[in-house]
């Protein structure tokens, strides 16, 4: 599921978790690259490929390259925060987006 929440039951007891998404976008005009976070992943991605994204949208259509579920919002945010990083970007380069 790309979606914001998560349902699961556990011992009889339900829980609805908000996920928190880190995500590589690939551009297919340029292949150039764009991470960032959201709850709502699907959504984010149209929002990119509707021209919503000032920062990028001269480098619309995008793909999902890759992304990564945390339910924790500090997880998720110090996670991006480092993929923006130059050791980030020689993982990110090695591990994930060859």
Sequence with gaps: MVGSR????CSGISYNIEMY???ILK???DS??????TT???N???EHNDFETV????KAPYWIAWYCAFIEKTQAYDFEKYLK???GYAFTKKHLTA
């Design 85 to 87: 990083s130059s050791s």
């Design 27 to 29: 551009s297919l005009k």
């Design 44 to 46: 984010r991605l149209q």
């Design 21 to 23: 998404y880190v995500y």
């Design 55 to 58: 920062s990028n949208k001269s």
């Design 32 to 37: 150039s690259k764009y991470i960032g976070t």
């Design 6 to 9: 998560v349902a699961y039951s």
């Design 40 to 42: 709502d992943l699907k």
